[in-house]
C-alpha cells in the first residue's frame, strides 16, 4: 500500500540500533512515505544526523522549534524505533519531558496511529513497570510490536547482536495494516 503525500515521523531512542534508522528511511520512502526524523535527546549521540537530514530532506529534530523556525508537516503516522524501556514507560505514563514524548503524548488523542518497535533487553522487558506500560499502550491502541514474529526481547549484553535482524520492515508492515 503506497502512501504517497503521507507524513511518517519516525522518533528514534538511543539504543544500538539507532544507527541504522536510515535503512527504516529507506523503506518508508520506497512505499512513498515523507519522511521526517524525530531524535530523543540521547538518540543524537547514536545516528548520524547531518546524513538522516539528507536523506529525508529534512532537518532532524530533537527539540521544540523556535517560534521564527518553520513548523515540521502534520504526521499522518509515528513509528518509534528502537523504543527504549525509558520511552516506552513515559509514553506510557503521559510524560512529555522531551519534544519526542510530546508529540507522542498528543498522537492518540489526535489519532495519529503509533506503532511502537521495542529494542529490550529480557531483564528489563520482565519488569512489572514495562509490562503494564506495554498493556496500557495497547489499550489505548498503539501497536506495540513485543512478542513472537515481532521483537523478542534479547539476553543482557547481547543487544549488539540483534542489529542485524532488528525488525524494521516489521514496524512499517504494521502500519500498513492500520491503515488497512
Not at 529525508?56 to 513509528?79: L, N
Amino acid at each position: 500500500m503506497t502512501q504517497a503525500g503521507k507524513v511518517l515521523y519516525i522518533i528514534v531512542c538511543a539504543a544500538g540500533p539507532a544507527a541504522e534508522v536510515g535503512r527504516l528511511v529507506a523503506l518508508a520512502q520506497d512505499d512513498g512515505w515523507t519522511v521526517q526524523i524525530i531524535a530523543t535527546p540521547p538518540a543524537l549521540d547514536f545516528i548520524d544526523a547531518p546524513q538522516l537530514a539528507q536523506q529525508t530532506g529534512r532537518p532532524v529534530r530533537s527539540q521544540y522549534r523556535k517560534p521564527s523556525e518553520p513548523k515540521s508537516p502534520r504526521a499522518d503516522a509515528i513509528i518509534v524505533a528502537p523504543a527504549t524501556y525509558n520511552t516506552i514507560n513515559k509514553f506510557a505514563q503521559g510524560i512529555a519531558d522531551t519534544y519526542a514524548l510530546g508529540l507522542l503524548s498528543e498522537a492518540p488523542g489526535l489519532g495519529i496511529p503509533v506503532v511502537v518497535l521495542p529494542f529490550v533487553n529480557s531483564a528489563l522487558a520482565s519488569r512489572a513497570p514495562f509490562l503494564r506500560s506495554v498493556e496500557d499502550l495497547r489499550a489505548e491502541g498503539i501497536r506495540v510490536l513485543l512478542g513472537p514474529g515481532q521483537f523478542e526481547p534479547h539476553a543482557p549484553s547481547t543487544g549488539g547482536e540483534q542489529f542485524d535482524t532488528y525488525p524494521w520492515k516489521r514496524a512499517l508492515s504494521e502500519l500498513a495494516e492500520l491503515g488497512s
